[in-house]
């Protein structure tokens, strides 16, 4: 049967260890002093106090009231549960008990096995036993004492957890310290390695008997939280995919994607110092705020709140969402600490925030905190993740002819799936920025240059230029603008000249189809009025010449008196 498995509670532990550490049975933290043992092992303690596990605490290094008040600053509460289910016994070793002599430790274990029927305990730390073990001076009286110790586990049924002070020196070498790891059930290894000017901390399972863990070395960070472990899956192979688009914040570069971003892919902007990288990402940041989304910002090298006022001066205002809640500005020191705490923390805000979207300012600030090497390791892992969790993942990236910078700028291009290029153009006493989509995975995007302009109303992006093949940008620009105005002015004015021209014929015109319209009214009246007059006058003469053939006695059926016409 498998060994039953006790959750540590600590963050990206428990998957490293598949579940936990083994219960009933012996766990040893080793590792060089200040690296984080007796943290890790109280936290472990404390987490499985609130979930109804009790524990003892021997502490051979630091007295009670000394352990409690050296880390008291600790969100999980050590001083609460003390008062609780933590039981602390003092069994720190006085310097005239050193080199005593031969001694057994079965007092002590008789002292704490009355302890756990007493208080129920299920679990057992003894941190810093070496520090006992040390006064033996003798290698077999050692080992006579760990495997008192591991024998007395086995019967008293509980978890057991040791701290010791040993190097990879002592654990394969000449100490007689060398055989603890050989004794205990699981062997965790705390490192704490120079990185340049920092130092990293990293946790290894050294060995686990009775089940499988993770070999990987991964750094961890200490934080008032307590312990955070870092965590590497193969995230890309459950990578989730999305078909919609949203905006990046300026219309413009939208319209250059073809209708905006895809959810969940990863953007880069690229640029030298100035180029407006963080204006492009606090721009993307307010569209995603005003829709409604969580967005956390991780800015490097400067404070989330200096960012947020600089940016009023370009008319991008953050900060009705950040009072809102749905934009988290998170500022740290890339110098501080490794590349790979800080992708620890990014990790664990991002579990704490749960963001739609993720930006990171400027990520190749990476580089300050380890080298190249872990700046692309961290990366790529934080690109794996957003992946994973359909986060947006948008990142700047600073251009640099320094090998270093020029390399990181050219692994993310790589990786990226939207890579926009912004610099700046130089010509006529200008400095000019450019922006242009260089690449954008399914997306048919344009291949124009556009100039980025920052003013009043913010990053936008104007209309192309182009004079004798050379693109215009600034004064040039403008006046080219200025000109095309009054070109258009002046094609209108003539417009405007030839429409009244043509509308004055046509009025002439009008004027003189209606004259001669007149005069045809006039001339068809006379001839009507001639023809009335004609008629008239026919009639006239008939009637006068009936009249005198009537009076000269003409015959009455004379055709000159007939109606009929004469034939």
């Known amino acids: 049967m498998a060994t039953s498995r006790m959750p540590t509670g600590v963050e990206g532990l428990d998957a490293l260890l598949g579940g936990g550490l083994p219960d009933q049975r012996l766990t040893l933290l080793y590792g060089g002093t200040g690296v984080g043992k007796t943290v890790l092992a109280l936290e472990v303690l404390v ?24 880390h008291v600053s600790f969100d999980w509460g050590l001083a609460e549960a003390a008062d ?52 033996l001076g003798d290698r077999v009286a050692a080992m006579r004492e760990l495997f008192r110790l591991k024998h007395w586990l086995t019967d008293c049924g509980v978890a057991v957890i040791m701290t010791a002070k040993l190097d990879d020196h002592d654990s394969t070498g000449t100490t007689h310290f060398r055989d603890m790891p050989y004794v205990a059930d699981c062997v965790i290894r705390l490192q704490n390695a120079a990185h340049k000017r920092t130092f990293a901390r990293t946790l290894r399972v050294v060995k686990l ?100 006022e600089d940016l009023q001066s370009v008319s991008i205002n953050l900060r009705p969402h950040v009072d809102s809640g749905l934009l988290k500005m998170q500022g740290v020191l890339a110098g501080a600490t490794s590349a790979e705490a800080h992708y620890i923390d990014i990790h664990h805000a991002i579990r704490e925030f749960a963001p739609h979207h993720v930006i990171v ?47 990181m700028e050219s692994h993310l291009a790589n990786i990226v799936d939207v890579w926009i290029g912004v610099d700046y153009c130089i010509g006529e006493g200008e400095r000019n920025r450019a922006l242009s989509v260089i690449k954008a995975r399914g997306i048919n995007h344009s291949n124009q240059i556009r100039e980025l302009t920052l003013d009043d109303n913010g990053p936008g992006l104007a209309d192309v230029y182009i004079a004798s093949g050379q693109m215009l940008m600034g004064s040039a620009r403008l006046r080219e603008e ?7 002015r002046d094609e209108q004015q003539a417009h405007e000249r030839d429409r009244r021209r043509v509308e004055a014929g046509i009025t002439q015109t009008q004027e003189q189809i209606a004259t001669l319209t ?14 009335h007059q004609a008629q008239a006058e026919v009639r006239s003469r008939d009637h006068d010449r009936r009249r005198l053939l009537h009076s000269r006695g003409a015959d009455a059926n004379d055709h000159r008196f007939s109606d009929e016409p004469s034939r």
């Open 84 to 135: 609780t289910n933590i039981h602390l016994m003092a069994a720190r070793v006085e310097d005239e008990f050193r080199d005593v002599g031969a001694f057994d430790i079965s007092g002590l274990l008789a002292s704490i096995e009355a302890k756990i029927k007493q208080t129920a305990a299920r679990w057992v730390l003894i941190d810093g036993l070496d520090a006992l073990l040390g006064t």
């Open 361 to 407: 300012d400027p990520i190749s600030a990476l580089v300050k905190s380890g080298g190249l090497e872990m700046a692309v390791d961290v990366s790529d892992r934080l690109l794996d993740l957003a992946k994973a969790t359909g986060i947006t993942f948008y990142v700047t990236a600073l251009s640099s002819a320094q090998a270093q910078a020029s390399d």
């Open 209 to 308: 008997r009775g089940g499988q863990s993770s070999s990987a070395e991964m750094p961890f960070v200490i934080r008032s939280s307590g312990v955070l472990v870092a965590e590497r899956e193969n995230y890309p192979l459950k990578a989730k995919v999305f078909d919609e688009q949203i905006g990046s914040g300026i219309e413009r570069l939208d319209t250059m994607l073809r209708g905006g971003l895809i959810r969940g892919n990863s953007v880069l902007i690229s640029g030298p110092p100035g180029a407006a990288k963080t204006s492009l990402a606090a721009c993307f940041a307010r569209e995603m705020a005003e829709a409604g989304e969580r967005v956390l910002y991780i800015s490097f090298d400067e404070a989330g709140e200096q960012i947020v």
């Open 47 to 70: 987490n499985n106090a609130k979930a109804g596990r009790p524990g003892i605490v021997v502490g051979f290094e630091e007295g009670p009231e000394e352990l409690i008040e050296n």
């Open 482 to 488: 200025q000109e095309f105005e009054l070109r258009l």
């Open 518 to 531: 007149n005069q045809l009214d006039k001339q068809r009246l006379e001839l009507e009025q001639l023809e």
